[in-house]
């Protein structure tokens, strides 16, 4: 490719990724660079770290905690059902493959809300649960309003996330490596460790990133299978904006937030390189 061929295909690159581009800026750029502005800044517009520091109310201390130990707990849920079901997925025929793959996308395609709203009728006293219970002559259970409702609701949405990386990333393993390894003698146990294993960990990382940062900073959930009862950050930042009307300690939060966003993408970021 000469030079005038490949400045032209650079331009042509550069002209499609513009729409992109200016998406983008419109719709992260600018509100990152709101909420960065709000979070150190008081009503008067002078510089304050009065809004981060806020975090360390203990109710607000609370809720982080809480939101950090129920999403590392669906995290580990999505990876621990996610694997083996990926695993299955690939040995499969290809027609049975992309079938089940599709009945795995299907429901993101219903809104958030309404799948959210659909477990709060599954769990609530009188869900379908405790009618079958009770027409069985059973003891109900109490399951809306707790935190294992809220892990559950967290899984269901975002068990996706995890599956497609991981998927992706078996699945373009080489089968002669596979076995490779057990013509010289691996088990299967040994060749899921030191082979299987580590090629899927660059899914396995852009998995659990994908479904611990939306559960981290998730509030529908919280809100529907917690009944307003269990308070996680995302639902103390939403009250800040729509209840207190106090967008200065809510972006104060949120920057908060977005620490963590960020060291889970520095992590992923070094895992990949590591890999590569």
Not at 73 to 90: E, I
Not at 92 to 120: C, D, G
Not at 152 to 173: A, C, H, Q, R, W
Not at 196 to 207: A, D, E, H, R, T
Request: glycine share 6%; charged share 10%; proline share 4%.
């Amino acid at each position: 490719m000469n030079k005038k061929t490949k400045t032209r295909t650079n331009t042509i690159a550069g002209f499609l990724g513009l729409p992109y581009e200016v998406y983008a800026v419109i719709f992260i750029v600018i509100p990152l660079i709101m909420v960065v502005w709000y979070g150190f800044t008081d009503a008067s517009g002078h510089f304050t770290l009065s809004n981060v520091a806020s975090i360390a109310q203990p109710s607000n201390i609370k809720a982080l905690w809480l939101s950090v130990l129920l999403s590392v707990g669906a995290t580990a849920v999505c990876l621990l059902l996610s694997y083996p079901l990926c695993m299955f997925l690939v040995e499969t025929e290809k027609h049975a493959n992309s079938f089940l793959t599709m009945m795995l996308i299907v429901p993101m395609w219903m809104n958030f809300m309404l799948r959210t709203y659909a477990w709060q009728s599954i769990l609530e006293k009188t869900g379908i649960i405790n009618t079958a219970l009770t027409a069985l002559r059973l003891p109900t259970l109490r399951m809306i309003n707790t935190p294992g409702a809220i892990i559950l609701g967290m899984v269901y949405n975002f068990l996706p996330f995890m599956i497609l990386p991981i998927y992706n990333s078996l699945e373009k393993i080489d089968k002669n490596v596979i076995n490779a390894a057990r013509d010289l003698g691996a088990d299967a146990r040994q060749t899921f460790i030191r082979v299987i294993f580590p090629l899927s960990m660059p899914g396995v990382v852009s998995g659990i990133t994908m479904v611990f940062i939306p559960a981290l900073t998730t509030f529908v959930v919280s809100s529907l299978l917690g009944g307003g009862k269990i308070l996680l950050i995302g639902n103390v930042i939403e009250q800040e904006f729509t209840l207190a009307y106090d967008w200065h300690v809510g972006s104060g939060l949120s920057c908060v937030l977005l620490i963590f966003i960020v060291i889970s993408i520095v992590i992923s970021t070094i895992t990949d390189k590591e890999d590569a």
